[in-house]
Structures are given as C-alpha cells and as structure tokens.
Nanobody
Framework: QVQLVESGGGLVQPGGSLRLSCAAS????????MSWYRQAPDKERELVAS????????NYVDSVKGRFTISRDNTKNTVYLQMNSLKPEDTAVYYC?????WGRGTQVTVSS
C-alpha cells in the first residue's frame, strides 16, 4: 500500500535551517510529481512546493521562493524540502503529498 513518511521537523530559531524528508513506497515514485504542503494553526493547508518526476521542474508558493528548495532522489524514493532563513510564519505541520495520499506530517516550529 502507499506510504508517505515525513521526517526532519523540529524547533529552530528564526534564520535557521531544516531539511525535511519524505520516504515514499507503494507506487512508482520516479514517474510522479511530488509535493509538500503545510498547515498552520487555524489556517487552511497550502501547497508549498512541487517537483516533477525528473526533478528539473519545480514550483513554489511565493512566500518561500528563494528560501526553500525541493528536491528528490528517485533511487531512494525520497523527496526533500530544504528550508533556509526560516521565519516564525513558517511554523506549521508539513505534509508530503502524492495523488490522494498524505503523510502524517512533521511539525516545524520557528521560534526564539
């Protein structure tokens, strides 16, 4: 069955960095676009970044452009989200997404 397992969240100070990982299984990972979403308290879930199968085509929400980088390793069935220059407003649960499937999420908290 499809599994999406996120890891790498935590507490970080403003200006810091985190790298999220999502290990995928149960489908042909290398042939599909993968995405990261986030949901902050009392806010709707929003698309943060997506990456095409070959990895050369990426998209970002405006608020993270220039700070976040999505990447993938098709040999490891894993998608990453490198987050730099983190801000308090980046605090959210971050979810890996494919098709109609979601991971359980990983909490990112940016606070001093």
């Amino acid at each position: 069955q499809v599994q999406l397992v996120e890891s790498g969240g935590g507490l970080v100070q403003p200006g810091g960095s985190l790298r999220l990982s999502c290990a995928a299984s149960g489908f042909t990972f290398r042939t599909y676009t993968m995405s990261w979403y986030r949901q902050a308290p009392d806010k709707e879930r929003e698309l943060v970044a997506s990456i095409r199968p070959a990895g050369g085509n990426t998209n970002y929400v405006d608020s993270v452009k220039g700070r976040f980088t999505i990447s993938r390793d098709n040999t490891k069935n894993t998608v990453y989200l490198q987050m730099n220059s983190l801000k308090p407003e980046d605090t959210a649960v971050y979810y890996c997404h494919w098709s109609s499937y979601w991971g359980r999420g990983t909490q990112v908290t940016v606070s001093s």
